[in-house]
């Protein structure tokens, strides 16, 4: 019985074993959101049994519509840099591809693009790069500081990895209201295998404390199918979310690059990265998960199906025409049609498809409270 559900029955815990004899998949569902953290068991059920995900995907969607309604907030991606000091194994524009082409924004560029992102109804423009070291503190907190004085009515997110605790500190004194930086994975092990040694998993979490301690809206996030991950370390993954209580998820599926020495990997799938964004929001419930460029790589209604699984964000590029295909983190990413940002009509049509609806927003997290129909927050 168990083997089709691709769990071991000497792994089969009291509680999966309650589910299971009450022929109950649906209770364990319907337990979600909890206080209770799950069992290793039930993780493993979650993540990989065979059930009717659809179910799983439904609940998320009505928890995210407890608290954001069909809201689905927007953010203007601006990629400044496709220069990098790291040199993941995973991604196309580490130091030691020597074939990526090169190129970094300027101020002026960067303020033209948020200009434009700003008419086309953007309240949130997310600055994105490569550990560039042309970026200093002084030359972000001059950005940033113009930006905010500019647009005082926006938030701006900073994505530019990891810096020192001053850093960060400094820029969220200049006016950054938000700060990602994907975590890859919650198992050190497996860290340890997507990265080359001088990059550690110690200081990746430290970083991200550093965030949250200094007052950023703090945004982690993994891939999934990535080489060598186990179940394990989704679960790892659920895990750490749940303790460490990030304001932003971001989850898209391993996609290889040519380039890299995981070129011939297998990618991530659309359903197990599904599932796991239904997961985050039923563990995160007021979380904000964005519907990835990935997910729309692999499918073409990926960014849709990832807003009926849970997410609420769409990520539109806003970065110049010219220089979008040099930001190759994976092949085969979207860089023009619906996904530029020029072209926020065609996927506001998209969004309301789907049943929900684009808004001019800054989109913060929901704190207390859930939303009206019309999608605004009764707080408590």
């Given at each position: 019985?168990?083997?089709?559900?691709?769990?071991?029955?000497?792994?089969?815990?009291?509680?999966?074993?309650?589910?299971?004899?009450?022929?109950?998949?649906?209770?364990?569902?319907?337990?979600?959101?909890?206080?209770?953290?799950?069992?290793?068991?039930?993780?493993?059920?979650?993540?990989?049994?065979?059930?009717?995900k659809q179910r799983l995907f439904d609940k998320?969607?009505?928890?995210?519509?407890?608290?954001y309604g069909t809201d689905v907030y927007i953010?203007?991606?601006?990629?400044?840099?496709?220069?990098?000091?790291?040199?993941?194994?995973?991604?196309?524009?580490?130091?030691?591809?020597?074939?990526?082409?090169?190129?970094?924004?300027?101020?002026?560029?960067?303020?033209?693009?948020?200009?434009?992102?700003?008419?086309?109804?953007?309240?949130?423009?997310?600055?994105?790069?490569?550990?560039?070291?042309?970026?200093?503190?002084?030359?972000?907190?001059?950005?940033?500081?113009?930006?905010?004085?500019?647009?005082?009515?926006?938030?701006?997110?900073?994505?530019?990895?990891?810096?020192?605790?001053?850093?960060?500190?400094?820029?969220?004194?200049?006016?950054?209201?938000?700060?990602?930086?994907?975590?890859?994975?919650?198992?050190?092990?497996?860290?340890?295998?997507?990265?080359?040694?001088?990059?550690?998993?110690?200081?990746?979490?430290?970083?991200?404390?550093?965030?949250?301690?200094?007052?950023?809206?703090?945004?982690?996030?993994?891939?999934?199918?990535?080489?060598?991950?186990?179940?394990?370390?989704?679960?790892?993954?659920?895990?750490?979310?749940?303790?460490?209580?990030?304001?932003?998820?971001?989850?898209?599926?391993?996609?290889?690059?040519?380039?890299?020495?995981?070129?011939?990997?297998?990618?991530?799938?659309?359903?197990?990265?599904?599932?796991?964004?239904?997961?985050?929001?039923?563990?995160?419930?007021?979380?904000?998960?964005?519907?990835?460029?990935?997910?729309?790589?692999?499918?073409?209604?990926?960014?849709?199906?990832?807003?009926?699984?849970?997410?609420?964000?769409?990520?539109?590029?806003?970065?110049?025409?010219?220089?979008?295909?040099?930001?190759?983190?994976?092949?085969?990413?979207?860089?023009?049609?619906?996904?530029?940002?020029?072209?926020?009509?065609?996927?506001?049509?998209?969004?309301?498809?789907?049943?929900?609806?684009?808004?001019?927003?800054?989109?913060?997290?929901?704190?207390?409270?859930?939303?009206?129909?019309?999608g605004q927050l009764n707080k408590k």
């Open positions: 019985m168990f083997e089709s559900f691709n769990i071991p029955a000497d792994k089969i815990c009291r509680d999966f074993l309650h589910y299971m004899e009450a022929g109950s998949m649906a209770d364990l569902i319907d337990s979600l959101p909890s206080d209770r953290d799950l069992s290793d068991d039930e993780w493993r059920f979650l993540i990989e049994g065979d059930y009717d998320a969607d009505k928890v995210r519509r407890q608290y953010r203007g991606l601006i990629e400044i840099s496709s220069f990098c000091k790291n040199d993941c194994l995973y991604c196309g524009i580490r130091r030691s591809n020597k074939n990526a082409s090169r190129y970094r924004l300027s101020e002026e560029e960067i303020f033209s693009c948020c200009e434009q992102g700003y008419e086309l109804g953007f309240r949130t423009f997310v600055l994105q790069g490569g550990e560039d070291p042309f970026h200093t503190t002084a030359w972000v907190e001059k950005v940033v500081s113009t930006i905010k004085e500019r647009y005082p009515d926006c938030a701006v997110t900073l994505s530019l990895g990891e810096r020192d605790r001053r850093d960060y500190e400094i820029w969220h004194q200049a006016g950054a209201d938000r700060y990602l930086l994907r975590h890859e994975t919650a198992s050190c092990v497996h860290y340890e295998k997507l990265h080359p040694h001088e990059q550690t998993f110690a200081h990746r979490m430290e970083c991200l404390h550093n965030l949250k301690q200094a007052g950023y809206q703090t945004g982690c996030g993994f891939m999934v199918g990535s080489p060598f991950q186990e179940t394990g370390d989704l679960i790892a993954d659920m895990r750490f979310l749940r303790e460490f209580r990030p304001h932003m998820v971001g989850i898209g599926p391993f996609i290889p690059h040519h380039d890299t020495p995981f070129a011939a990997c297998p990618g991530g799938s659309l359903a197990r990265t599904l599932t796991m964004v239904a997961l985050v929001r039923l563990t995160l419930p007021t979380a904000l998960i964005p519907a990835t460029t990935a997910l729309a790589t692999i499918h073409p209604q990926g960014r849709e199906l990832g807003l009926k699984a849970g997410a609420n964000v769409v990520m539109p590029n806003l970065s110049p025409a010219a220089v979008r295909k040099q930001y190759s983190l994976y092949d085969n990413k979207i860089c023009t049609g619906e996904e530029a940002a020029e072209s926020v009509d065609y996927l506001s049509r998209q969004v309301m498809a789907a049943g929900y609806q684009v808004v001019v927003d800054r989109g913060d997290p929901a704190k207390t409270g859930c939303a009206t129909s019309d």
